[in-house]
């Protein structure tokens, strides 16, 4: 791309226009860096998977500012609008404080006591009565390492239920499914310096400058690289790129496959690479012959010469990218789709250099910790639940019987809610995630959680789904707790605590331990844990070996450097750890060759209709973050995006009798959205409107289709078919 361009009203040029910054007290605001009793803590951002390095500053034992970390890997010192105002999370009003039960139909608060015999009454009796399949625990991508080590733990050996999952099934699910497919592990082979040293980044369904707005500065510092943006909008990203593929909804596949036959007919394939470490490459060649340009240009809706300038330009790169985030993984061929854009960095020999890998940007702060030390999809450190060795070697470090381990992974999010609705999950334990905002289909989601026995929600906030709680469990949050995260580059950071949490809240870690105590045990999962610090030496030595390998990994490294990148094994690591995977191009596999997929692509199944003639797309925006229990409660940010709208195409809008400022309601067949304001604007293609997701009251998913990934079992959020009217 060319120089960086200035923005008409933004003297800085982009990153003043992104609102990227140093620090919290920038401007007219009194600059408390200068004061003498301010005390600094070394942090890792809390809200998005760039994992910014930042400080916070703490005064009387409050939290008053933070600044982004000049020395950090990651964002050298510059911070987002949401990580600026990060410290206004603390103290910001509908914090919960104590425990809550519910006592006669109401909230009452109670001690912890009192909560957690309630809680694993509860558990207990349902487990007793219906077995282990009668409770589920779903969470997130937001606690700690240390959290999730000791939460999969507790909810499988400890309270011995079949069904763990979160939140991250509705967001990366599909980027792991599509890295085991290709390479047969997960974890992402690129990292944030690839965005400096590619000739050409591709960003599928990604838009970083809302999103990830500290991986644009890593973009912009890499002028001679072609940017192409494929979006169905014309997003802040799409505005900063060389090209932007402007595809009609989910015609991913199609596009990909014709910039695959264009790098093949030209001659622009790897052989040497393909020949040595791939298979299926014959299959994948045959499964391209229908996809000519003039068809791929027909369905994508964008013209020919750009699919080929795009295939070209990332089939001759020395270097090429490709970077994706929702716009592939929310979609019923997520997979599908992550497999084939593995395939095109394979066949152009794109893997495990500088500048050239895949890479799935990651969205929340630690979604990477869940898969590498959760119990969920996969038993910690990636071990698999059905082989042998893993269970073995499982079971000899945690000094169990190998029989105590389960042999299969549990539900998946969507398939748990399935389970609520057939009575067959009678109990629900939610940490850290807000399903009546975030899970498709809304009115079927409330239906289950009306349907439960038993619902202990575990949150740092009063939210929509502590407000249908049994249990409350008040938790500390980011800037009140210790551990670590791991951003979308593999790289683990340092999370410290600054301040103490309000009232009776405690730290998701403490809760895990308190509930171990309560069922006795603590002393068999464990042993001799305090803090997290102790859990952390526990996971070091359980992830040695394993392709997440943080065994030369300390507190103490982590926090000198800004973060190490795994694997990380204790013997012959770098320092840093490892940049990128699969430098010597072994992967995986049974064969350790990267596997080739043809792949078809399908039809929305709800296209346009006479009764709902418009497709819906849903997403982000820069000042929010999802449901707003956080982000909405920061006036600064709250202020700059107060409430839904719509973006409608000046077509529909003149179709509709619409214009800018007007109250729409919005309606699938699954329910409707009243008083939403319009935005006409010609960054949305005609037929097609845009809603983002974040506000409860105008809630996007009471019109979303519940439909999921076969494989993944991810949600299809970005496609489904409504009707806009004047309200
Ligand atoms: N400000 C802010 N930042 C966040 C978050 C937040 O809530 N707020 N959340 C974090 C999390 S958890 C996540 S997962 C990431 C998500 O980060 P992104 O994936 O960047 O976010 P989205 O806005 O959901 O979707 C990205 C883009 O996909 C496009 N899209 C829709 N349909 C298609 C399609 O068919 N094909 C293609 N190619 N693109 C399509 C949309 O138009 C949209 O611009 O952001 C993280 N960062
Ligand atoms: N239509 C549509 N729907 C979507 C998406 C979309 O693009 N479109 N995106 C999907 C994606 S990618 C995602 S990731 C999900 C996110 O959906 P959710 O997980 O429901 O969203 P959050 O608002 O992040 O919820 C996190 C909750 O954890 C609480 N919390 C914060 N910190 C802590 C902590 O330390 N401990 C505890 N116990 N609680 C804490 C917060 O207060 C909040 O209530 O939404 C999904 N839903
Ligand atoms: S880009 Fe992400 S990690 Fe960095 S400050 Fe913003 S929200 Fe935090
Ligand atoms: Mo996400």
Redesign the pocket.
């Known amino acids: 791309m060319g120089a960086p361009v200035k923005l008409p009203g933004s003297p800085g040029g982009v990153l003043d226009w992104l609102g990227l910054s140093k620090d919290a007290t920038a401007g007219p605001a009194p600059d408390t860096r200068s004061a003498p009793e301010t005390q600094w803590v070394r942090t890792t951002c809390g809200y998005c998977s760039v994992g910014c390095g930042m400080e916070i500053g703490v005064r009387d034992g409050l939290a008053v500012t933070v600044r982004g970390d000049d020395e950090h890997p990651v964002n050298r010192g510059r911070l987002c609008p949401k990580g600026l105002a990060e410290h206004r999370t603390i103290t910001a009003e509908g914090r919960l404080t104590s425990p809550l039960v519910t006592d006669s139909g109401q909230q009452v608060p109670a001690t912890w006591e009192r909560a957690l015999d309630t809680m694993l009454g509860g558990i207990t009796r349902l487990v007793d009565a219906h077995g282990p399949d009668a409770v589920a625990v779903l969470s997130?991508?937001?606690?700690v390492t240390e959290e999730f080590y000791a939460l999969g733990k507790l909810a499988r050996l400890g309270l011995g239920l079949a069904h763990h999952d979160g939140?991250t099934t509705?967001?990366m699910a599909s980027a792991v499914s599509g890295y085991k497919a290709t390479f047969g592990a997960d974890g992402p082979p690129g990292c944030y310096a690839d965005l400096e040293e590619a000739d050409c980044i591709l960003l599928v369904g990604a838009n970083l400058a809302d999103n990830h707005p500290l991986l644009v500065p890593r973009l912009l510092a890499n002028p001679n690289a072609t940017v192409i943006v494929v979006d169905p909008r014309v997003t802040k990203t799409a505005m900063l790129a060389d090209l932007h593929l402007a595809v009609r909804p989910r015609t991913d596949i199609t596009l990909l496959n014709g910039m695959l036959k264009v790098i093949i007919d030209e001659g622009l394939v790897d052989t040497d690479y393909v020949a040595a470490h791939t298979e299926g490459y014959d299959e994948l060649v045959a499964s391209l012959d229908g996809f000519s340009l003039d068809r791929v240009a027909a369905e994508c809706g964008v013209p020919s010469h750009d699919v080929r300038r795009a295939a070209l330009a990332f089939g001759r790169a020395p270097r090429a990218m490709a970077a994706w985030t929702?716009g592939v993984n929310?979609s019923v061929q997520g997979t599908q789709t992550v497999t084939l854009i593995n395939s095109l960095c394979l066949v152009t020999g794109n893997v495990g250099r500088p500048g050239a890998a895949p890479l799935s940007i990651t969205?929340?702060c630690n979604a990477m910790g869940t898969r590498e030390a959760g119990f969920t999809a996969s038993m910690p450190g990636y071990r698999k639940y059905d082989v042998a060795d893993d269970r073995a070697e499982l079971a000899q470090l945690w000094d169990i019987d190998e029989a105590d381990l389960p042999n299969q992974r549990g539900r998946a999010y969507p398939d748990i809610i399935d389970g609520i609705l057939d009575g067959t999950i009678r109990g629900l334990w939610v940490?850290?995630?807000?399903?009546p905002?975030?899970?498709?289909n809304r009115d079927r989601l409330e239906a289950a959680l009306a349907r439960l026995d038993l619902l202990v929600v575990?949150?740092?906030?009063h939210?929509p789904?502590t407000a249908l709680a049994h249990v409350v469990l008040p938790?500390?949050?980011?800037g009140e707790?210790d551990g670590t995260y791991t951003n979308s580059e593999r790289r683990v950071s340092r999370v410290r605590k600054a301040v103490d949490p309000p009232g009776l809240a405690r730290s998701?870690f403490d809760i895990f331990m308190a509930v171990a105590e309560h069922l006795g045990c603590s002393k068999r999962l464990f042993p001799n844990w305090e803090t997290p610090a102790d859990a952390f030496a526990e996971w070091a030595r359980v992830s040695a070996g394993r392709p997440c390998d943080y065994g030369g990994m300390s507190y103490q490294a982590l926090e000198s450097s800004g973060g190490v990148q795994w694997p990380c094994p204790a013997e012959g690591a770098q320092p840093g750890g490892t940049a990128r995977l699969y430098a010597d191009g072994v992967f995986r596999t049974q064969t350790g060759r990267a596997r080739l997929f043809p792949v078809a692509p399908a039809p929305i199944s709800e296209g346009p209709s006479a009764a709902f003639p418009l497709v819906l797309n849903?997403?982000?925006t820069v000042e929010h973050?999802?449901?707003?229990?956080?982000t909405g409660r920061v006036s600064v940010l709250e202020a700059l995006a107060p409430e839904a709208w719509v973006e409608v195409s000046p077509a529909d809008a003149r179709r509709l009798g619409l214009t800018a400022g007007d109250r729409a309601t919005v309606s699938s067949s699954r329910g409707s959205i009243d008083s939403v304001l319009v935005r006409v604007t010609a960054t949305i293609r005609e037929g097609e409107v845009f809603i983002p997701?974040h506000y409860d009251e105008a809630c996007?998913?009471r019109l979303?289709l519940d439909e999921f990934d076969p494989i993944s079992r991810e949600p299809n959020?970005k496609q489904c078919a409504v009707r806009v009217e004047r309200s």
């Open positions: 997130t991508g937001q606690l939140n509705l967001c929702m929310h969205g929340q940490i850290g995630t807000n399903p905002v975030s899970f498709p575990q949150d740092g906030f939210t789904t938790a500390a949050i980011w707790k998701d849903t997403g982000r973050w999802h449901t707003r229990t956080k997701f996007v998913n979303t959020y």
